[in-house]
């Protein structure tokens, strides 16, 4: 933290800080400049955040936080990338590129298995389906819950793909853990600290997405909840930002991706279905997500989407996304990643 | 909704629409627009969401939304601005300013009694402090828990304030709301979908903070949750929304007030400690809450600012409380509202 | 400047940052913390922006400004309020509490002078009216140009008024120097240098709007180009900023008031109506401003608005005006202001 | 436009409303709803903003526009893309990836000279540079001006390639044109409406920027502007848009490409230097947007970027920069671009 004093002011000011830093266990280093003092304080990086105090003291004009505030989750602790085990012989971090896909919310037997199937044949590697749906109206189709879950586990029964779906009450995360290859988090919940506690106690893997209006510290403040109770197997999902365009339904902050890469050890994936909500926007950006470096993607995926319960306008159809996995393998080739299962004769 | 045509289609696509949009079971009404058709949906309000769907179907440019989609919270159900009961002769929502104000959190039976005792004397009404804390850090402080409400209690019994404190987990309602007066949600819960259903099943006042990049329309539909439960007692709470601008922690969207006003008869709380981030703002826009016609204000006093476990630089000191309070008695009479027990002298 | 090192670095790298730091002409001080090194530089705060170039060096984290890069808008370098003279016995940044209204754009002769002779009745002290509009459509009215300035200056002789327009292009600055009181420059041009500049060598008072998506520390150096080219009576003026919420047509930043009277000793005015975009939101507007300590309003009222030219949704009646000025007069009283020739008999 | 009348009132309302409309030389259209009344306006599109006046009217809840209001810009009217011809055998907008690089501002002769035979070497097309600097600060260095444009041209000389330099002010667009082979409208330009007139009948191709917080149809308007004057040759740039996220310096909408290939028929070029503000970001950012689908990429170079004069910490060196070429030929590969007289060899 660095201590900026008000500009000419008594001396006592600024040694009642020094006092105060010294109290609370570090070190003051003060920098005297042309009419003001700056004071560093030096000491474990964890706790600094009890500085940010002094700025109620007299003579203090501003508190500036130096470090960054997680440690778990960032690269200075753990300098190789991690990559997140799903099942033996599927990771999310390494050199493949890993797309997951399946619809928004999970409606049916035969929508899901169907939608299962198609999604395999066309190179997806997880199956997605919302079974417990957040919805901002509380008369919109909220999900199917634990019957959800069960035609989640059929589906990935007669396809072998695993699956991943979204937990949103604490109360739940013991039955979705009981179907869910990985659990999800959704945008909303990115800050439910005691549904993220939960998870990090959990021995599965956890997709946290983005908070709408989240800073990527933020983001990664609340990867370090569940890293801090000891779950490892974190994966990040960028799945865009609130601003004032409204073309899309959010803003794909695309540039993320490198900023994460520098930043944390942990796996990127990026959904463009949520980013942009429009289908026809959908394929380009699967491209350039995987050409800014993202370790994998998640899309929507209905076999029917002017029926769908949710999300439809932003849903792929099963023959647009096998078309958008064709041209995909070109830019994961671009990018040094391999996407098996893919246009393998072209 | 109202779902625009693309230009110079074939007309068996805007055939098909309307066609769906009597499956759907609404009235399709079609304007020929020169050149181009734009078709009105015509039926109950409440489940038109799913229209949006059509935005899949061939042909269509875009669906809009012309109505509102919440119900309980809205003007037009309920015209007369309605009054939360807190306790006998305690209610928000009337002609009475009401002023909640405390620490951050609760810290220790000292800290909460003595300032209990300053804000009472100050002329609040009502006494907030935090037990469970919602903390973007794992490693800062999370709060007293059951102790922290336990302390409340005790304030509360010394001086008669009712108190305010927030909930964070579904799993705590019950146990929270055996102690508070008035249940709050923060900001990162306002799309707590289950923990506000939950709360929409208890007979406590609940107050709804707006998350940091909620639309007003998102707000409202979360106060719909609890509504929909069967709890009215619902108070809205504006916290300032995030932006751009860094001066300020929040961009406090003082316009929310005559927006909600104009929309809903909830009552409207301003929390200017939050939206700020600084003390030395928060008078200020105490005085500028209660002009544009808020019904009440929820402010951070704490005895020892910079030894503060949270929030610090936002809290007030309880003598600067008390001076503003007086200040804020003549802008209550200019708004003409009451704030008893406040400036009876002047 | 704070120059933050990467984390165990060889001190090498750190040894030729202090070595730049000098050939730039500060002095390097450095901090020596658990497990890097933070370097501030010492010296003459207006050109430090170049010290930004060190982030390209080998082995610098962040560098990150410490102090603000203004200076002649300081309240450091200037403590006193200023106060700007219209004409004499008017000025802006006293006691007294000035509102200035019209119509967006002058229409002519009829609408210009009834509406001037109306808000004068009411209690306002200056003239608004555009007669060169910056409009986002070409297609749209782009005022009456040198014919508006004219109509203008006949409401001036008729009435009393000064008047107040925009200038948005350099070429035009002599002319409408020529026939305003106050020069206006728009929140599109706020960084519109060359525009500045110019501003910045007339005697004339020039009203400065935040653009939509400034900080406010890019608000003031955009009054900093003006001071700086001698022209030191400079107002600013809060209209509202960009940002999710599409409720109103912008957000009013209303704790930017007191934000600004912290660091600047320039007078703010506030502008409720492009802020709300919505007539009915504008008195308690108004009222919040005043709460919230600013020096003015500058209001947009039109005596037919379903027929104005532009912006007819956010302009009062001149009836709607003159009760707004009537309730308005409490608020001044409550925050001290003088608000001459309002309400007198009540 | 869509009129949409409040609820349950009086249907002489509704009547007034369709004779005005009538009477601004639309059509009213009236769908009977459940419990109001929604009237279509129809009429030809771009004097359509006029009825945005009518939520003045009585009864009025709002009006909600259904069309672009532009109209050269779009796709409706213009089906295939454009291509700008820079000189005989280069053009943006179509097959060929073009690569626009240079400094920020130019400094030197040799700064300039070295540069663009460095970038040239590499594979840009078009050199850039800037000689008029708009600058946040008055204090920093705002370009060489004319000076500036002669090294330009000498650059020009040198190596052949184009250049493209941004033009501030109306007055020097005459002096600009002489000298550039594009002529650049910056952010803070975009609605710089006098400056968009006067480019607007020029013979010369303009790159038009995105304001920092301008929405995308904002964007379009401000390129109508200069194609309603009668110049054809508008290339867009999309350069970041301003978040709340600080860890870029704004945020690349990279889904703003599709976007604006949909509704418009302009070729779209992007700016990942000002977009992240770090050089470290900029290679991963011009491969996303090349897969994205933009027709070209303008990157800052600079032979020194710790001695730039601006812009230094988001400038690539010339070896990385043709580091980043040649593996952006395997993106442009995969986009199924050409970009000649890159990674020929490989």
């Known amino acids: 933290m660095i201590i900026v004093m008000q500009k000419n002011i008594d001396k006592a000011l600024s ?18 400049g042309e009419s003001r003092e700056v004071i560093g304080a030096v000491g474990d990086e964890r706790g600094k955040m009890v500085l940010q105090s002094l700025e109620s003291m007299p003579g203090v004009e501003k508190v500036v936080p130096i470090l960054k505030p997680y440690k778990l989750a960032s690269r200075e602790v753990c300098p190789e990338p991690s990559r997140v085990e799903i099942k033996p012989g599927l990771e999310i971090g390494g050199n493949e590129l890993i797309v997951m896909a399946g619809p ?23 199956l997605r389906g919302g079974a417990f749906k ?13 019957e959800g879950l069960k ?16 937990v949103v009450n604490p109360r739940d995360v013991e039955l979705v853990a009981r179907y869910a290859d990985i659990l999800q988090v959704g945008a909303r919940n990115m800050q439910n600290f005691a549904l993220l506690k939960m998870l990090g106690q959990l021995d599965k893997p956890i997709m946290l997405k983005r908070g709408m209006s989240a800073t990527i510290q933020e983001f990664l403040m609340s990867a370090e909840y569940i890293l801090a109770e ?9 799945r865009g930002i609130r601003t004032f365009e409204t073309a899309t339904r959010n803003t794909l902050d695309i540039s993320a991706v490198p900023v994460l890469k520098e930043q944390t050890h942990l796996p990127v994936v990026i959904d463009p279905s949520h980013a942009t909500g429009h289908v026809s926007l959908v394929p380009s ?20 989407p002017e029926k769908a319960a949710s999300d439809g306008p932003q849903s792929l159809r099963p023959a647009a996304f096998a078309d958008m996995m064709i041209k995909l393998k070109l830019f994961a080739d671009a990018a040094d990643r391999s996407l098996p299962g893919v246009g393998g004769s072209l």
């Open 15 to 32: 040694r009642a800080v020094e006092a105060r830093i010294r109290e609370l266990g570090y070190e003051p280093h003060v920098i005297h």
């Open 104 to 126: 928004c919310a999970v409606e049916s037997e035969e929508q899901i298995v169907q939608t299962a199937h198609a999604v395999k044949r066309a190179g997806a590697r997880i």
């Open 134 to 146: 957040p919805r901002t109206s509380p008369y919109s189709f909220q999900g199917l819950e634990e």
């Open 151 to 166: 035609l989640l586990a059929m589906a990935r029964a007669e396809t072998g793909l695993p699956i991943i779906t979204e």
């Open 230 to 238: 000891g779950n490892r197997r974190v994966i990040l999902c960028e």
């Open 285 to 304: 950006m699967c491209y350039a997500a995987v050409a800014a470096g993202c370790d994998g993607l998640i899309v929507e995926v209905h076999p029917d």
